[in-house]
């Protein structure tokens, strides 16, 4: 049980630990692709990163979701690579073929300029508050960052990868460097985090994309340290402030990992077996997911099955549903509309 007092919030009262009689429910990338109306505004911003850090143009796309389906909550339109953006490192994202840095190398670490992060992100900030200003007081808003090892990935890399050997090399071969980098992007998303909430965010969560390549050392080293560090920074300015962790492939390491970061909230990714989390994580912990993004593109019985078992499967604690990863574009929208539907008990 919690002693955490409602707020009238479906999603933010579960994350604080309070079950609801049925879930609520929101989308990794709700806001995108998939919605016409965000390809519309995505070619009147002219490129990725100009949406986001236009606050009218952004907030207008947090919210598109919400104007098409019952979801509880808004998520911040904006991009885990805003960081090493503001610190200093070219990013770009060229059609086809995502975002692309400026790979790091040992000396440029030293040149990553901390002291202008949230100053260089105030557009974001204010997208936040537009958000939270248009929002329907019942809905949550949620903020985000990327996880360090996750965003170290594409500064040391360059580019995503399918086994980010690039950034494994690299911690192996430099580690003094590396662990400067990850400091800098521990106390910057932090930093990040608690102006997000500052500006209106109810929940924020840590997106750690690229935790499956990782031995368990490495996990402990490179993903539960710096996650931890990052949620108690957060909390040494915001105590209560709920957290959602989300490392994607964690696998056998996901209690471990719930445990030592105090996460508020763990994510779950499609591939965790319902029966393995309900085994291996407390009843007390919230956690979030995990229908596979391809089961609601194909939609139809199939779809309504797995989702009716996820639900039954976290029947017994705080449960968020959403997918285990982000929604693909081609995912037809009615599917989405229905998904919702049978969430939400309809």
């Given amino acids: 049980m919690t002693s955490a007092p409602r707020t009238g919030k479906r999603l933010l009262d579960t994350a604080l630990g309070h079950r609801q009689s049925t879930p609520p429910i929101w989308i990794m990338r709700q806001a995108g692709r998939y919605l016409p109306e965000y390809r519309q505004v995505r070619e009147q911003a002219g490129g990725f990163l100009n949406l986001c850090y236009t606050p009218s143009l952004a907030s207008e796309v947090t919210l598109q979701p919400l104007h098409r389906f019952d979801l509880d909550a808004a998520i911040l339109f904006s991009d885990i690579l805003v960081i090493p953006d503001a610190l200093g490192q070219s990013v770009r994202f060229e059609q086809g073929e995502g975002p692309v840095l400026d790979p790091l190398d040992p000396a440029d ?89 500052r500006a209106g965010a109810d929940l924020v969560q840590i997106f750690e994309s690229w935790a499956l390549n990782l031995d368990e050392t490495a996990f402990r080293a490179y993903v539960i340290d710096p996650n931890r560090r990052i949620v108690e920074k957060v909390r040494q300015a915001l105590p209560d402030a709920p957290i959602t962790g989300f490392p994607r492939g964690a696998a056998g390491m996901l209690a471990e990992y719930a445990e030592k970061t105090g996460v508020s909230v763990l994510g779950l990714d499609y591939a965790t077996p319902l029966s393995f989390a309900a085994r291996a994580l407390p009843k007390t912990l919230a956690v979030q997911g995990n229908l596979d993004p391809l089961r609601l593109v194909s939609g139809g019985a199939q779809m309504e099955k797995r989702a009716r078992e996820i639900i039954a499967g976290f029947a017994d604690r705080p449960h968020i549903f959403n997918l285990g990863h982000g929604i693909v574009p081609q995912t037809p929208i009615e599917n989405v509309a229905r998904l919702v539907d049978i969430v939400h008990g309809r």
């Fill in 109 to 197: 670490i030293a040149k990553l300029d901390p002291s202008r992060v949230i100053e260089n992100l105030s557009p974001v900030l204010e997208t936040v508050e537009r958000v939270r200003a248009a929002l329907d007081p019942s809905k949550t808003l949620i903020g985000f960052c990327g996880a360090p090892w996750t965003v170290a990935t594409y500064m040391l890399g360059g580019r995503g990868s399918p086994d980010q050997a690039a950034a494994r090399l690299f911690a192996l071969a430099h580690p003094e460097a590396f662990a400067a980098l990850i400091d800098v992007l521990v106390d910057a998303s932090a930093e990040y985090l608690v102006a997000q909430f």
